[in-house]
Nanobody, 115 residues
């Protein structure tokens, strides 16, 4: 399993970013995918998840209404559209997928929300 995130960067409060995660090494369309984040000095926080077919999504209360998760099974890619960004969204964002015996994460992409 390989997960490679991209799309992070510096953005002003109220701005938008779209993160991407390219997956390989497994049958992407078979598995749910998600995003987690880690703010400086804090633990991992679950952000969002999408079902294998994309028909079911869920979000943490802290991002609901501002973030949208989606996937393209033809491209083996999952996305996180982030709008109305706040300073408290500053974190390293990781793409993840879980199996019965372990959880997989990429190396992450840094999102910094600052004026």
């Amino acid at each position: 399993v390989q997960l490679v995130e991209s799309g992070g960067g510096l953005v002003q409060p109220g701005g938008s970013l779209r993160l991407s995660c390219a997956a390989s090494g497994f049958t992407f369309s078979f598995y749910a995918m998600g995003w987690v984040r880690q703010a400086p000095g804090k633990g991992l926080e679950w952000v969002s998840q999408i079902s294998s077919g994309g028909g079911s999504t869920s979000y943490a209360d802290s991002v609901k209404g501002r973030f949208t998760i989606s996937r393209d099974n033809a491209k083996n890619t999952v996305y996180l559209q982030m709008n109305s960004l706040k300073a408290e969204d500053t974190a390293v964002y990781y793409c993840n997928t879980s199996r019965s015996d372990r959880n997989y994460r990429g190396k992450g992409t840094l999102v910094t929300v600052s004026s």
